[in-house]
């Protein structure tokens, strides 16, 4: 089975902080997300990777940057933290054009 | 605009009560269509992958059917623990790795 882990399942953060959250996947995939879901707006992508140190935008990157230093491993920062920023956040990997498997999710709060 | 609709948002069902959740997609090119599970607090469980129109595939109470605008997930004879949000997902042959995911329907089964 595809396991993806997430460092938190919540997060308490002040504005303005700098916050790290971290995903780690067991099964070799080249692809990882990250998304924030939010009630009524649905699930939406944030950044994406294909490989290690490569990464692409999404449809609401401002705000997020990401890192990919192991192929294993994805990590999502919020450069300084802001209460609009308050959301579920969710890892997701894949391999080749199949399945996304996520994560348990970060409920993620800025106060 | 590329757009993933789902109906309907929510849904009671007695238990034993069949039903249909319907998504409806206007990308071109479908490349896959997806169906997750999601219980509250946690991330999205994969369902179901469907590719062409006229595909069907099922698991237990659970039959996901795709036509070339639309997917139902019909639920028969379903149980309390079937209770979730229930999301469809599409991904375009032009979209590369992105998926576009509706908002869900919250499926509640009254023992």
């Known amino acids: 089975d595809v396991k993806v882990t997430q460092s938190s399942r919540y997060l308490v953060k002040r504005t303005g902080e700098k916050v790290f959250l971290e995903c780690v996947q067991d099964?070799?995939?080249?692809?990882m997300f990250w998304y924030r879901q939010d009630p009524g707006l649905g699930l939406r992508l944030i950044y994406f990777?294909?490989?290690?140190?490569?990464?692409e935008k999404g449809d609401i990157p401002e705000g997020y940057s990401v890192s990919r230093e192991k192929k294993e491993r994805f990590s999502l920062i919020l450069e300084s933290a802001s209460t609009n920023q308050t959301s579920m956040y969710l890892c997701?990997?894949?391999?080749?054009?199949?399945?996304?498997?996520f994560g348990p999710g970060t409920r993620l709060t800025v106060t | 605009e590329d757009q993933v609709t789902q109906s309907p948002e929510a849904l009671r069902l007695q238990e034993g009560e069949s039903s249909s959740l319907n998504c409806s997609y206007t990308?071109?090119?479908?490349?896959?269509l997806f169906w997750y599970r999601q219980d509250p607090g946690k991330g999205p469980e994969f369902l179901f992958t469907?590719?062409?129109a006229g595909e069907e595939k099922e698991k237990e109470r659970l039959k996901a059917t795709l036509t070339k605008k639309e997917s139902f997930l019909h639920i028969t004879a379903p149980k309390p623990e079937d209770s979730a949000t229930y999301l469809c997902?599409?991904?375009?042959?032009?979209?590369?790795?992105?998926?576009?995911f509706g908002t869900g329907t919250s499926l509640t089964v009254i023992p």
């Open positions: 997701a990997s894949r391999v080749g054009a199949n399945e996304q498997y």
């Open positions: 099964m070799d995939h080249e692809n």
């Open positions: 990777s294909y490989d290690v140190k490569m990464k």
């Open positions: 990308v071109s090119g479908l490349r896959g």
């Open positions: 469907l590719y062409s």
């Open positions: 997902a599409v991904q375009a042959w032009y979209t590369g790795n992105q998926f576009y």
